[in-house]
């Protein structure tokens, strides 16, 4: 059980309502774990070790430190004197212990070896398969993806133990048990000085240094874990006071009104016999039902959860929860959100290491199914003290989207106890799934065959780039053609897929304007189709033109080679021919030279752009490949004319020609459409 559990449920032997020293001094350390002084002890045990020769008394006395650490949540030195009571040979309740701190260090795979070991030891069992399957799943909630962020309060927190921060009006009141701590008596079980309650103001995300809630709500003694009625005129409290007899002491719920000018004095809320340990009230919206835990003997284990209800004379009978809240462990801290669901922490549902915070679904007579919140929000530790103080986002640029806070001792905090804030944070993964793709002939080995429909290509290389061509990712396709990226928020992006014998092709993606605050995986899908390289097989491309003995580009042109630059320079094992050719006025000779010009211009613009040099190769036809009739002396229109006067591709390259094809409108030069 873990220590928290202990602290406020053992009775303190020989511990008076003034606390006053006990009459004898202790001498050795199990005399001062007898009586609760594990601060002692350890000091006391380290020495008795040391000291003794005999084995097995060294054994008993490794145990017995290994659980002192345990008292303190100091899980490394007690894994560390677990091992050395094994190393003692120890029995199987030291590799149980082991494993159980190593547990609550998430440790999780070492803790599931040592629980298998116990269960080879021991012959089996259902405790150490518990044990064993919750350090596995433990392990496999800490890998899981959430949306959930956790992070210390340091500006409340010190080295002491602070825990368990509640609203009250415009501010919170926390539980600790820092220096400003009323009386100068000290915890004879921690060394640490007594709980009180503290009052903290909040301006924004901004928290101001505590204030003792001061008198009459705190004493010399302790007092935690408050609750406020819904007016923040009425608290309920824990407190602890000795027996009549002046040699126990036991916690109780104290409830105290505020009369417009000071809180009265503090009265015993008693729906339980005194020596019954009652703490963690939790005071329903309405006032009229009282959330606690209780070690009431004859429960469900440990410590229970209780609800009881307010009636004309005061509190009824106390209702236990039951057994789908209540464990053969220990139940504790119970709070209930504005829908009526309970949350609250246990060690003995199926959790992480030590408290473990669970929400349990209302009944129209109790509550149902606890489900474990799970990492980030538990960890191996002790967590405890849960409330939400936001529900969902403000508006659609709220990237809070659910908050609160909650209690932990988990590694890396500043104290014994810390208080943590949790939100849920408006998180996107975008995730970008395509396929690569080719067309299906009805003849694979003839492309003018029917087309049937489109058949995965796998094997196929896939970038994905920036949109100015700077490489991100690269990935192959499966089998089924399909590739996977992931992407960023607010992002324009290019994909080029290739593949040895094809074409490469590009297609673009784009997660701008695309988050969504109740989606985490924003999904995203494209396809590209890659053309299959045929020997002998004409391309098609539009056409360049000229004006009538012009050599230059016309602007119209220029956007041409722009579009078909990215496929050469995406294409670079290509030998592309650029062949110019001119109508049939002029003589054949000059025709030459100037169809020689105007595809050497073609390649030096598209050289301009980035394509390799050595890809290009420019080739003056003249006139000697008309595209129609208009030969020397054939009467012909200027449209007619315009369209002898272009620039054709061809790829020189495994036998494959690139042959262009006219546009379906031939733009013709206005100063000849005049003549």
């Not at 116990?118 to 150490?128: A, L, P, S, V």
């Not at 008198?215 to 923040?232: G, L, Q, R």
């Not at 673009?508 to 999904?523: E, L, M, N, P, V």
């Not at 054949?588 to 390799?612: E, F, H, M, T």
Request: proline letters at 4%; charged letters at 25%.
């Amino acid at each position: 059980m873990n220590k928290r559990g202990k602290y406020f449920s053992l009775l303190l032997i020989v511990f008076t309502a003034a606390c006053k020293t006990v009459p004898f001094k202790v001498k050795d350390g199990n005399t001062a774990r007898e009586l609760f002084r594990y601060n002692q002890s350890i000091e006391f045990l380290q020495k008795e070790f040391n000291a003794e020769r005999d084995p097995i008394k060294q054994q008993k006395i490794a145990y017995n430190l290994g659980e002192s650490y345990g008292e303190f949540n100091d899980y490394a030195n007690a894994e560390k004197w677990h091992k050395q009571s094994i190393d003692l040979n120890a029995g199987e309740q030291s590799l149980y212990q082991l494993g159980m701190m190593q547990k609550q260090q998430e440790k999780y795979e070492e803790a599931y070896k040592t629980f298998e070991q116990f269960q080879r030891i021991t012959g089996g069992g259902f405790e150490g398969r518990r044990q064993a399957t919750q350090s596995k799943e433990a392990l496999d909630w800490k890998k899981s993806f959430t949306r959930m962020q956790v992070r210390n309060l340091e500006i409340l927190n010190t080295a002491d133990y602070d825990y368990t921060l509640v609203p009250f009006k415009q501010q919170y009141v926390l539980s600790s048990t820092r220096s400003e701590a009323l009386g100068s008596n000290r915890d004879e079980w921690t060394g640490e000085n007594f709980t009180d309650l503290f009052i903290v103001e909040k301006t924004g995300e901004k928290f101001s240094t505590p204030v003792n809630f001061g008198a009459p709500v705190n004493t010399p003694f302790h007092e935690s874990s408050t609750t406020f009625s819904a007016d923040f005129k009425e608290m309920y409290f824990v407190r602890s006071i000795a027996d009549e007899q002046k040699t126990n002491q036991y916690t109780h719920i104290f409830y105290s009104a505020f009369n417009n000018e000071h809180w009265t004095e503090p009265l015993k809320v008693d729906p339980f016999a005194d020596s019954v340990n009652v703490r963690d009230p939790f005071i329903s919206k309405d006032g009229k039902f009282l959330y606690v835990s209780a070690d009431v003997p004859g429960g469900f284990g440990e410590t229970d959860l209780y609800l009881v209800a307010k009636n004309d004379t005061g509190w009824g009978y106390p209702q236990n929860l039951g057994g789908s809240i209540n464990t053969p462990y220990s139940e504790r801290f119970p709070w209930l959100d504005e829908k009526g669901n309970l949350y609250f922490s246990s060690n003995g549902l199926p959790g992480m290491g030590g408290l473990d915070i669970f929400k349990a679904t209302r009944t129209k007579s109790s509550y149902k199914d606890p489900v474990n919140l799970k990492y980030p929000i538990n960890s191996g530790a002790d967590d405890f003290g849960y409330i939400i103080d936001k529900y969902k986002p403000k508006n659609t640029d709220d990237t809070v989207l659910f908050s609160g806070y909650f209690s932990s001792n988990r590694t890396g905090g500043k104290g014994g106890d810390d208080i943590y804030r949790f939100e849920e944070k408006w998180i996107n993964l975008f995730v970008l799934r395509g396929k690569v793709v080719e067309k299906d002939f009805e003849n694979p080995e003839n492309p003018d065959s029917k087309v049937v429909g489109l058949k995965n290509l796998a094997k196929a290389k896939v970038e994905l780039k920036t949109t100015d061509d700077k490489v991100i990712a690269t990935t192959t396709t499966d089998t089924a053609g399909k590739f996977v990226f992931k992407l960023e928020a607010e992002t324009d992006y290019k994909l080029t897929a290739s593949k040895g014998g094809y074409f490469s092709n590009n297609s673009f993606a784009s997660t701008i304007g695309k988050r969504h605050q109740d989606s985490t995986i924003i999904r995203i899908y494209t396809q590209i189709e890659l053309e299959k390289i045929f020997t002998q097989k004409m391309l098609v491309i539009p056409n360049i033109y000229y004006d009538y003995d012009k050599a230059t580009l016309r602007p119209e042109s220029k956007l041409v080679l722009d579009s078909i630059t990215i496929f050469f320079k995406e294409n670079p094992d290509l030998k592309i021919e650029l062949g110019s050719h001119t109508d049939s006025r002029g003589s054949d000779a000059y025709n030459l030279k100037l169809s020689q010009a105007r595809a050497q211009s073609a390649v030096d613009y598209l050289i301009s752009k980035g394509v390799p040099d050595e890809t290009l190769q420019a080739k003056g036809y003249g006139e000697t490949k008309l595209a129609n009739n208009c030969g020397n002396g054939a009467k012909c229109t200027e449209e007619e004319h315009q369209k002898n006067r272009r620039t054709t591709f061809r790829v020189i390259s495994a036998k494959l020609t690139l042959e262009s094809v006219e546009p379906e409108n031939i733009i013709v030069d206005p100063r000849l459409e005049e003549k």
